[in-house]
């Protein structure tokens, strides 16, 4: 039976992996009213289609960070690929980099990858890469983390603001014995007795972590720098005022604090606040073409798609991420189509909402 849409990867992943795996992929903070919120707030918005236009010749193609896409849709950083497959995010690259996709998708990865950062890049050397920081208290661990990033060629640097601490995710609590006893961090190095740790020991995320040391960082990179986790217009006016490049609206799919706002209920105000200064972009709850662009339709200038990446990469390997990803372009190439757009410009999108279009 073949799998057509996102939520029928979803249903397949859940058969393929074990309870504590899928209970990590797919667990949320509390009691995940956020988590759910995240696709049923896409619901409540409804578009306005507009007929009798030329809608012969569809463009999806957009640029972020000044690089070219060919569509508005790319994958989100997550941790531990390898749980839901062999090779883990080097399948994923491999995915996200298949020639039929065309123009490269931006992949960042993660701090918490399971594979090393070298052999990602091997497995899929083109490409447009970012990658994703959890800033580590000890200074030098992020500047040797920057340093080697900058040397595989990675083109942006994400730093995730939304976790001081890991949230009350009961799930991991529950199953956290299971699930880590094999999961090591390839490039925090490991200890001088040449044993690798558990992540949870071995990668301390900073608490003390806050604007003014945005400087430094910026000191050590020319990388563009992207927050991801804003949720408010009071950090979107910090975030523009410290120069950053970028902006993920993102409640890190409700895996952090529960009961905050739906992502793309947030994105409307940090659009606003920030009046096209720097780019702002969107993840959580993105499962159709529609949700890309009622995301594109309120001013995200691209999505991000977190978990049914992990669905493709759980069914069917690196076959199954370019299959998420293709049905999302074939569905968001319909979306276009069906509601008279054939430019991907948030610009040219934005009429597609008013007042009217949210249920």
């Known amino acids: 039976m073949p799998l057509v849409c996102l939520t029928d990867f979803q249903a397949h992943a859940r058969e393929h992996l074990s309870k504590s795996t899928w209970d990590f992929i797919e667990g949320g903070a509390d009691d995940c009213c956020t988590r759910d919120e995240n696709t049923a707030a896409f619901k409540k918005i409804r578009l306005r289609p507009r007929y009798l236009k030329d809608v012969s010749k569809v463009d999806m193609r957009t640029t972020i960070q000044g690089a070219e896409i060919s569509a508005p849709i790319c994958i989100a950083p997550t941790a531990f690929h390898r749980l839901t497959w062999p090779d883990?995010?080097?399948?994923?690259?491999?995915?996200?980099?298949?020639?039929?996709?065309e123009a490269p998708l931006p992949r960042p990865f993660s701090t918490y990858a399971s594979c090393s950062l070298e052999d990602i890049v091997a497995a899929a050397p083109g490409g447009l890469r970012w990658f994703q920081l959890y800033v580590h208290p000890n200074r030098q661990i992020n500047k040797q983390l920057i340093q080697k990033v900058e040397s595989l060629g990675f083109k942006a640097l994400v730093i995730t603001v939304d976790v001081p601490k890991i949230g009350n995710r009961r799930h991991d609590i529950t199953n956290q014995v299971n699930l880590m006893q094999n999961l090591w961090l390839k490039d925090l190095g490991s200890p001088e007795t040449g044993n690798s740790m558990p992540y949870f020991q071995m990668s301390p995320i900073d608490p003390s972590i806050c604007w003014e040391d945005l400087s430094w960082f910026q000191s050590m990179t020319r990388l563009p720098i992207i927050l991801k986790g804003i949720l408010t217009k009071e950090d979107a006016e910090l975030a523009v005022k410290h120069n950053v490049h970028g902006i993920i609206v993102s409640n890190h799919g409700g895996r952090q604090l529960d009961e905050v706002p739906a992502?793309?209920?947030?994105?409307?105000?940090?659009?606003?606040?920030v009046k096209g200064k720097v780019e702002v972009y969107l993840d959580g709850g993105i499962r159709t073409g529609n949700d890309v662009?009622?995301?594109?339709?309120?001013?995200?200038?691209?999505?991000?798609?977190?978990?049914?990446?992990?669905?493709?990469?759980?069914?069917k390997g690196e076959h199954g991420v370019t299959e998420v990803l293709d049905i999302l372009k074939n569905e968001f190439h319909t979306s276009m189509t069906l509601t008279g757009n054939i430019n991907a410009s948030p610009f040219q999108l934005s009429r597609l909402i008013g007042k009217k279009g949210r249920k």
Request: glycine share 10%.
């Open 263 to 273: 992502s793309i209920d947030a994105l409307t105000e940090v659009v606003a606040t």
């Open 293 to 315: 662009v009622k995301a594109l339709a309120l001013g995200s200038k691209c999505v991000f798609v977190g978990r049914p990446i992990l669905w493709g990469l759980a069914c």
């Open 88 to 101: 883990g995010e080097m399948s994923t690259a491999r995915g996200v980099s298949c020639p039929h996709l």
